[in-house]
């Protein structure tokens, strides 16, 4: 158990899943990935960080990202497994299946619960399936498996109150756990189903892949005319990574705006400024491939708007970033940092000190007895030198107090 570990993965945030993909891309081998996590038509309506539905991207999307993330690693650990939760509720799914366009993901109306779940379950079991058409002679073998229906916390209160109300929602709710403690397989029965797909030899052996596997462990048709379909399959792929790359495109200009201004305007720029000025090269040279992008895809892709999106948004990120973290360097940081780089002096007493000493102090800490003479304020000016009010000292006697005759204690611009 020692060997266990535990990476904390939320699937309705799809930066952290390609965190977390390319964590586990670092493993030597990766022989069985089963994607179980999922939800039940999420209520009220509402949109993941990444701008679409939350039980498409929880159940299927998330999924899709970090599978796809992993399939060269799969490949090279042949042979592997793969393991999608679907469920009998993909019958469910609208007939034309999963809807293909983002604003078909998210309308409010055009889906009920139980559709919206069996299309994020109809993608989960159209997905296995292509997998294992594309990979399973490699020796990455796919299965899709329907649990059953599983006493689990699956259906949450909350979430029967959000769409019931709280009284009809708690009735529901109830209800539902009547159901489950009757008829509903316990969760250590429904888990055969995938150890079944994950560890046992027939997958192999009786070349049980790229199926639908029912309790227990049973193989059974797909219920839903799109499972079938070979050609819509593949266009669920493409548009996945189109979904996925889109989404995460539109958060890219943002951090590389903030990452520029950031190398340009603290410390690192101070103490490294040709190593800062490579990296910055490093982004204009990467926006210059995106215009590239953006061209080839205006010749050679039916909708180039999002690569010009991004290549404009992404030049502009890389102009003002710079631009904006330069402005806070050389207004604000960099005399900071250079102060700091001083001499810091201690005990000071005007009454004895030497000016020439301490002109590259950057702060001057006075002894006891020395204190600011404000009623002198401005009244020492020597060309550039000037002390805009005076330290003194009661023992100190003389023209301008505090400073000797060659101007002891100043403050220089
Ligand atoms: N129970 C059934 O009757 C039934 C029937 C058919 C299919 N299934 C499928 O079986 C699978 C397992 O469900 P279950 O019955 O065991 O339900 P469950 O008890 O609710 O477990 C679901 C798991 O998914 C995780 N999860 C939910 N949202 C997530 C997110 N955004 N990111 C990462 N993890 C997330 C949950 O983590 P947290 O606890 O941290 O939220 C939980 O560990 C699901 O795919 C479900 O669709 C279940």
Redesign the pocket.
């Known amino acids: 158990l020692q060997q266990v570990q535990i990476l904390k993965?939320?699937?309705?945030d799809l930066r952290q899943v390609e965190q977390v993909a390319a964590q586990l891309e670092r493993l030597p081998a990766l022989h069985i990935l089963v994607?179980?996590?999922?939800?039940?038509t999420q209520f009220p309506h509402k949109l993941t960080q990444n701008g679409i539905e939350?039980t498409f991207?929880?159940?299927y999307l998330?999924h899709f990202l970090l599978t796809t993330r992993l399939l060269p690693l799969l490949q090279s650990s042949s042979p592997s497994r793969l393991v999608h939760?679907?469920?009998?509720?993909h019958r469910g799914a609208p007939v034309a299946g999963v809807p293909l366009s983002l604003e078909g993901i998210n309308d409010k109306d055009a889906m009920g619960p139980y559709a919206r779940?069996g299309a994020a379950?109809l993608a989960?079991l159209i997905f296995s399936q292509e997998i294992d058409r594309r990979l399973g002679h490699l020796g990455v073998y796919s299965n899709a498996?329907?649990?059953?229906?599983?006493?689990?916390?699956?259906?949450?209160l909350d979430n029967f109150e959000a769409m019931l109300g709280s009284f009809l929602g708690a009735l529901a709710f109830q209800a539902a756990q009547l159901r489950?403690r009757l008829f509903?397989?316990g969760?250590q029965e429904?888990a055969l189903n995938l150890l079944f797909c994950a560890a046992a030899p027939e997958v192999e052996v009786r070349t049980v892949h790229g199926k639908l596997i029912v309790p227990i462990a049973t193989e059974h048709p797909p219920r839903h005319a799109q499972a079938f379909n070979e050609e819509f399959a593949i266009r669920l792929w493409e548009f996945s990574e189109k979904l996925i790359t889109e989404s995460l495109a539109k958060t890219k200009p943002w951090a590389v705006f903030v990452a520029t201004c950031w190398l340009s305007a603290f410390r690192i720029k101070y103490l490294f400024p040709y190593t800062v000025d490579l990296i910055l090269i490093g982004f204009i040279l990467a926006w210059v491939v995106s215009v590239g992008a953006a061209v080839y895809a205006r010749f050679r892709i039916p909708e180039p708007t999002w690569y010009t999106y991004l290549c404009f948004t992404l030049g502009l990120a890389v102009v003002t970033g710079p631009l904006c973290g330069h402005w806070i360097f050389s207004s604000l940081m960099q005399h900071y940092y250079r102060v700091g780089d001083l001499k810091v002096l201690s005990g000071v007493d005007v009454s004895n000190a030497q000016g020439d000493s301490m002109l590259d102090a950057g702060i001057v800490e006075f002894a006891k007895g020395n204190y600011l003479d404000e009623m002198r304020a401005w009244h020492f000016k020597h060309h550039v030198t000037y002390c805009v009010a005076p330290v003194v000292t009661n023992r100190t006697l003389g023209p301008v107090s505090g400073c000797n005759p060659r101007g002891t204690i100043l403050s220089r611009i």
């Open positions: 993965l939320d699937l309705t994607n179980n996590a999922g939800v039940a939350t991207q929880a159940n998330g939760l679907t469920s009998g509720a779940y379950k989960n498996v329907h649990p059953g229906v599983v006493a689990t916390e699956m259906l949450r489950n509903a397989y969760a429904a």
